[in-house]
């Protein structure tokens, strides 16, 4: 896959990710493309199978390929070939995106999520590490703390849970860690069989709460950063406004997936690189 076609494929893929991507300097836009389709093919695998042994056969593929047992293969691939530039070319961790298909497992069942600390692992696996790599992308070098990504990665998986929460729900899926649905009087059987989405306005709340305390944290380790690095979190100029339209449908998000037109992402995107 070419340089551009990396780039339109993401903006076919992952509207507000290709937009965040424009934002950076044009020689790393390539690179931060492939990192987001990257995600999106391993994000999506749960929908391409119907039962979960398929889909851990993919992910060891992308294990396989990313980490050198089958590394033509992957170069075979339009998205492992420029992720596999990419990775040799910033000299990112191997082992980062192992572990990131390995917990990636947990998306092909239902077993709900057991606690908040096992949440955070989980989101820091598969969304703190795309932060953390693409600062390593714009500034040329590993960043000296994880902190930033690490909240980051939190925030910005909680605004897509939040976004998400009626489609896993309506196929059995709880992402929701159980201290969460436990704070909100549900259990898992009764927020999978919800009726009455009042029920879930104090788990849609909870849920905002914790989303916002880590974007705060995570905006405020940003600022500490050098200017070349802030880049990497654009992306999260999305989260604000996810929040505020979740509190604002209560409950009724367990019922009915919401999303953030093109438009309105790419103003909330543009406003908040402005002031990262």
């Known amino acids: 896959m070419t340089k551009t076609a990396i780039l339109n494929h993401l903006r076919d893929i992952d509207r507000e990710a290709y937009i965040a991507t424009l934002f950076l300097a044009e020689d790393k836009r390539e690179p931060a493309a ?13 929908d391409l199978v119907s039962e979960p042994l398929p889909g851990e056969i993919r ?7 990313l980490t ?33 298909c390995e917990a990636r ?7 709900p999520m057991p606690s908040l600390s096992d949440f955070e692992g989980y989101l820091g696996e598969t969304r703190s590490v795309l932060f953390q790599m693409l600062a390593q992308i714009v500034s040329g070098k590993a960043p000296e703390t994880g902190e930033a990504a ?22 059995g899926q709880i992402f929701v860690p159980k201290e969460l649905l436990q704070i909100s009087g549900l259990t898992d059987a009764q927020f999978l069989a919800l009726e009455d989405p009042s029920n879930a306005n104090g788990l ?10 880590h974007l705060a944290k995570a905006e405020a380790a940003i600022g500490a950063l050098p ?6 979190f654009i992306l999260l100029g999305i989260c604000q406004p996810v929040f505020k339209r979740a509190e604002k449908r209560g409950g009724n ?10 438009f309105t992402a790419q103003w909330y995107l543009t406003r908040y690189a402005a002031t990262i």
């Open 68 to 100: 050198g047992e089958r590394s033509e293969e992957g170069a075979q691939h339009p998205v492992g070939s420029a992720l596999l530039s990419t990775i040799n070319q910033y000299d990112l961790p191997r082992r980062a995106f192992d572990a990131l």
């Open 105 to 111: 497992i947990f998306d092909l069942y239902n077993d």
């Open 227 to 232: 200017k070349e690095q802030r880049g990497a």
């Open 150 to 171: 690490g909240h980051a990665g939190i925030a910005y998986g909680v605004a897509n849970l939040l976004r998400l929460m009626a489609f896993h729900r309506a196929r």
């Open 34 to 46: 492939a990192l987001w389709a990257f995600n999106n093919e391993v994000e999506r695998i749960r």
């Open 59 to 65: 992910l060891q593929w992308w294990r396989d390929a």
């Open 253 to 262: 998000i367990a019922l009915e997936t919401f999303s953030i037109s093109p």
């Open 204 to 213: 849609v709340q909870a849920l905002t709460s914790f989303g916002r305390d």
